[in-house]
């Protein structure tokens, strides 16, 4: 005859098993549900664009002249802490066990450029056989991001959860805001300046002036400070 | 003869003054009721003794509600940690830019093994420029002609940026089992050709086109010409 313990374990193991059967079903039950709701047929692994929407339909008229990509390696650990008193007494500890880190390398392109849209004759001056070009300040835009997949690691202990696809992307988009709060110390305007007298200058020499006869300004005073990033919009 | 003093009027009104049985009994009467008095509190001495409790628990309770012993919260950070940024590359380029468009585009993976089905939904943004590239223009493409006349080759229309998508505006809208990254950089793909077959479209580009016209007449007047002669190369028709 089995020992007291034994058929204990035994009957303990028989409910555990027929428990998992029943979670099995109701599972199985659940995703059948969820499939029928109308979901669409799809080959496995395939990509399908399934809505689109166009925003917005712009006239322009920049002279991009300089183009930047800047990199930044995004990293984020995720440990949350419990924090507080325990009568009276400073409490600080770790409120999860095991490590969440990630590592996103993100590469983001900026463009300076000269906004032509308000240009007329009163930015055109000739005095003594001088022409005298006034351009808009320069400006710079982020026209694209790049994240790279391959290149993202992640480093999950056994008791934690893998980093869901929302909170990747909200990651991203911290890392993409931190690189153009720093826009102005990349110098991108004064380059987008020097590069749009190269473009002009050649330019206004085939209309017949000297080169020593063109003065290119810009606004007196304007500093990298005054960049005022254009984020796309959403 | 000796007369009896008389009473005076309280003494009349108390009578007090008198020894009689009757106020003896008077006084004792009046000791029992005290005693009870004193005997009833004793006997319900819980009554004040809650009273006092009462007030003790309402007295620590405010205290605690103002100041409470354990005082512990989650503290979760969210931000990213502070990492340097590194230029990777720095160009000069000549892009004028004459029509933008700012899309979305909503694309799914799908995927179905044994253990159950990988699904992930995202939505992309992104802003197609449309201009003309002035390094695959020509050495002539700007000729003064006299009577304040001039002439621009210049190439055709084209989309300026290869890449226009802003991946780190991407939101995820639905996630469900393991993605792999494979799946990441191949809805980046799709996104980005759904958005290419849609909007770089003829009329697109002849939008743009005119409002190149429209944009560079504009710029050579003010530079003094009064007659501009505008012609796009077909030939340099930049393929994205």
New interface residues.
């Given amino acids: 005859m089995k020992p007291m313990y034994l058929r204990f374990a035994s009957r303990l193991l028989h409910t555990v098993a027929v428990c998992l059967g029943l979670l099995t079903l109701w599972a199985c039950q659940q ?1 059948t549900a969820d ?1 029928a709701q109308g979901q669409p047929e ?47 007494v400073p ?1 600080k500890m770790k ?1 999860r066990w095991g490590d969440r880190k990630v590592a996103i390398p ?4 900026l ?1 300076g ?1 000269i906004d ?2 308000t ?3 009163q ?2 001056l ?1 005095e003594d056989g001088k022409l005298i070009v006034i351009l808009p300040d320069p400006q710079v835009v ?6 790279d ?2 290149g ?1 690691r992640q480093y999950i202990d056994p008791l934690r959860s ?1 980093f ?3 909170e ?12 153009l709060s ?1 826009t102005a110390q ?1 110098g991108i305007a004064e ?1 987008a300046r020097k ?1 749009a007298t ?2 002009l200058v050649p ?2 020499c ?3 002036y000297d080169e020593q006869d063109i003065i290119v300004r810009f606004r007196t005073g304007f500093d990298e400070t005054d960049i005022q990033p254009h ?4 | 003869m000796h007369t009896p003093p008389s009473p005076t009027p309280s003494e009349e009104l108390t009578g007090t003054r008198t020894d009689s049985p009757k106020s003896d009994t008077k006084r004792n009467s009046e000791r029992l009721d005290w005693r009870r008095l004193l005997l009833g509190l004793v006997r319900y001495w819980w009554l004040p003794a809650i009273a006092v409790i009462v007030v003790a628990v309402a007295v620590v309770v405010k205290s605690v509600e103002s100041n409470p ?13 502070i ?30 093994h044994f253990m ?2 990988d699904h ?3 939505i992309y ?3 197609l ?1 449309l ?1 003309i590239d ?1 390094q695959q223009a020509s050495d002539d493409w ?3 002609l006299p009577d304040s006349a ?1 002439r621009l080759r210049l190439p055709a229309i084209s989309l ?2 290869t ?10 809208f639905y ?1 469900k089992g ?2 792999p ?8 793909q ?2 980005r050709q ?2 290419l077959c ?2 770089l479209t003829p009329s ?1 580009l002849q ?1 743009a086109e005119e ?1 190149a016209r429209d ?1 560079l007449t ?2 050579f ?4 010409f009064k007659k501009i002669d505008i012609t796009f190369i077909p030939d340099s028709l930049h393929k994205p």
């Fill in positions: 995703k499939a799809q080959t496995d692994g395939q990509a399908a664009p399934t809505a689109h929407i166009v925003m917005e339909v712009s006239r322009q008229s920049r002279l991009y002249t300089t183009e930047c990509v800047i990199h930044k390696l995004v990293t984020f650990a995720d440990n949350p802490t419990l924090e507080g008193k325990v009568l009276g409490v409120a993100v590469d983001l392109t463009k450029y032509f849209s240009f007329g004759s930015n055109v000739r982020a026209t694209a991001s790049k994240v997949h391959q993202t893998r869901t696809d929302a990747l992307a909200e990651l991203t988009r911290q890392g993409a805001d931190s690189i720093h990349f380059l590069s190269a473009l330019m206004l085939r209309m017949g984020l796309q919009k959403n | 012993p354990v005082q512990v919260a989650m503290v979760r950070n969210t931000r990213i940690d990492t340097p940024e590194e230029i990777r590359a720095i160009r000069q380029i000549g892009q004028w830019e004459f029509l933008s468009v700012s899309t979305e585009e909503m694309v799914e993976w799908h995927r179905k159950g089905d992930l939904t995202r943004s992104g802003t420029r201009g002035m700007f000729a003064s001039c300026l940026d890449l226009f998508i802003d991946e780190a505006r991407t939101r995820s996630e393991s993605i990254p494979e799946a990441r950089e191949q809805l980046y799709q996104a759904a958005m849609r909007l697109n939008a409002n944009q504009r710029i007047a003010a530079m003094g």
